[in-house]
């Protein structure tokens, strides 16, 4: 694949101030990415910026499921369903290295508001919606074969459960491997350039976006056919600096997730809580166990989001009356994460009831903004996305940009068998460098036959970290120690010191590829410590 390396973003930046694209999207999270990759796939030439780095807000703060969504069943939401099964199947033949198969169990109790007669109904549903193209099919379980596989499961009224199919993914990882594919398809990409104003108008209509380079401050104009705006939960605040009869259309809620050690607390399938009128799962992600997800309006800026000593408490509650002899306390958990869903302002009554299905629409300014949906159907969003915009190109254009490519592989390095029979492969890339058998098949794990390419391309000194160090700023456009943590990798999730036991190894590479001086290794270093202290203040405050 294509490099999509932190010297690319130069060069992209110089391109986007000499050429004009057909299409310039504003936000790096998911959906601009996908859009990105799906317009680059017709060969439309494509820029994107985003104001920070990519997946930073809502894409890197999900509660990491590519699924159905089982509860917008009870809401007759059939056809929101059936795409999002749909697209499930997609993502596992495009992705195999980020989207997993994961089974889930929907205990049942006496007291349960859905009993075991209308759960069956559901089941069958959600299935037949699947196609029944499904990695397997529900079961429907006793109150024993319930305890057998989560023997931790609270057994006081318990009737039994159903069990069915799902999927988790690493959403940041996701994000970023669509861009490259869209990189590698020709579009230009840049992290860290943030529009601040309109340029040029062109018949009433922005031709042209004023951006700002945030690591230079320099400011330039990117010229464009057509703008889309996928900023998400900063629709708003965008439209908002950019027009001044602008309207908005959001209603923004909040979700927070906190992270335990699997092995602490062995649950080996997701579990689906109950907690008032809304959901709460129990996810095994690799080596963590997530708990989330709250839904609380919200009015702050999406940069102030962080979980609250009240919201921990409050997923606690939920996860020790479906597990009572767990006993977690606020110290076990490794970390916590929040973020804000960009829904779309339906006049709901209440957060809960808003839809989350997107929308797509263009203003008087011909701008084109996305906004609200689900993770698992950012494909089908983009596509659509794409098709909306083209009607603003002259119908030569429309023929010649007609097909899309966004159902390839995003990598053509990983295949499934890299992946899911790592040990059988992990020998080789030993043998290439100083990994051990654990270290070789978790890099098989998550970069598929793209790990052999690492291990012969980089220091076969390297540590495991230090590899995917060099990977993330030499394939993944990363050029802040703080974004390696956050995004680039699990480590602030899933480490007990959040990466901080190997911050100065990974350090050390950072600084030889991108040529800091000692004081700004110790200037990124710091603002590392900073992010965490910022993420876990519940847990000070709590102490």
């Not at 697209?87 to 007291?111: G, M, Q, T, Y």
């Not at 062109?202 to 990117?222: H, N, V």
């Not at 979700?255 to 579990?271: A, N, T, Y």
């Not at 110790?522 to 992010?531: A, G, P």
Request: aromatic content about 10%; overall charge negative; hydrophobic content about 40%.
């Amino acid at each position: 694949m294509k490099d999509f390396s932190f010297k690319d973003r130069w060069q992209s930046i110089r391109k986007m101030k000499d050429k004009e694209f057909d299409l310039l999207i504003i936000g790096g999270g998911i959906n601009g990415a996908g859009i990105a990759r799906d317009a680059a796939s017709r060969g439309m030439s494509v820029a994107l910026i985003e104001a920070r780095d990519f997946a930073s807000g809502t894409s890197s703060r999900s509660s990491k499921l590519i699924h159905g969504g089982i509860r917008y069943l009870e809401n007759y939401e059939f056809h929101l369903v059936f795409e999002a099964l749909s697209e499930r199947a997609k993502l596992f033949e495009i992705a195999p290295h980020l989207v997993h198969p994961l089974r889930f169990l929907i205990p049942i109790f006496n007291d349960s508001r859905v009993g075991m007669g209308l759960m069956g109904l559901g089941m069958w549903l959600y299935d037949a919606l699947a196609l029944f193209e499904t990695p397997q099919p529900h079961e429907r379980l006793s109150a024993s074969e319930v305890l057998n596989r989560i023997p931790i499961i609270r057994s006081d009224r318990l009737t039994g459960a159903y069990e069915y199919s799902d999927a988790y993914m690493d959403d940041d990882r996701l994000v970023i491997e669509t861009l490259r594919s869209a990189n590698h398809m020709g579009a230009t990409i840049a992290n860290y350039v943030q529009a601040s104003g309109v340029g040029t108008l062109t018949g009433g209509r922005p031709s042209a976006i004023t951006a700002k380079d945030t690591e230079s401050g320099e400011s330039f104009q990117i010229r464009a056919q057509h703008i889309v705006s996928t900023v998400g939960p900063w629709t708003d605040e965008l439209g908002g600096s950019l027009f001044k009869d602008w309207k908005k259309v959001l209603r923004p809620t909040k979700g927070i997730h906190i992270v335990l050690d699997r092995q602490k607390f062995p649950i080996s399938r997701g579990v689906v809580m109950g907690a008032e009128s809304r959901i709460v799962f129990v996810i095994p992600r690799h080596e963590m166990l997530i708990i989330g997800t709250t839904d609380t309006d919200f009015n702050s800026s999406p940069l102030d989001v962080v979980a609250t000593s009240d919201e921990v408490k409050y997923l606690l509650d939920v996860f020790h009356s479906y597990f009572p002899g767990a006993r977690v306390t606020p110290n076990d958990i490794l970390s916590s994460y929040a973020g804000v869903r960009p829904l779309v302002n339906d006049g709901a009554s209440t957060e809960g009831k808003t839809s989350r299905e997107h929308s797509i629409w263009s203003d008087e300014h011909n701008l084109t903004y996305v906004a609200g949906g689900k993770y698992t159907t950012y494909r089908l969003i983009a596509e659509q996305a794409v098709e909306h915009v083209l009607k603003y190109f002259s119908f030569e254009d429309q023929v010649r940009f007609a097909r899309s490519k966004s159902t390839e592989a995003l990598n053509p390095s990983v295949l499934p068998e890299h992946v899911y029979r790592s040990e059988i492969f992990a020998p080789e890339v030993m043998n290439q460098s100083a990994l051990s058998m654990e270290a070789a098949q978790l890099l098989l794990q998550r970069h598929g036959g793209e790990a052999f390419e690492l291990v012969r391309k980089f220091d076969p000194k390297f540590s495991y970290w230090q590899l995917e160090a060099a990977h993330a700023i030499m394939s993944a456009m990363c050029f802040h120690l703080e974004d390696f943590l956050m995004r680039r990798t699990p480590l602030f999730l899933s480490d007990p010191s959040h990466g901080l036991n190997v911050l100065d190894e990974v350090a050390l590479v950072f600084q030889n590829f991108l040529g800091w001086s000692p004081a700004e290794t110790e200037n990124q270093k710091k603002r590392v410590h900073l992010r965490i202290e910022r993420e876990m203040k519940w847990k000070s405050a709590h102490d």
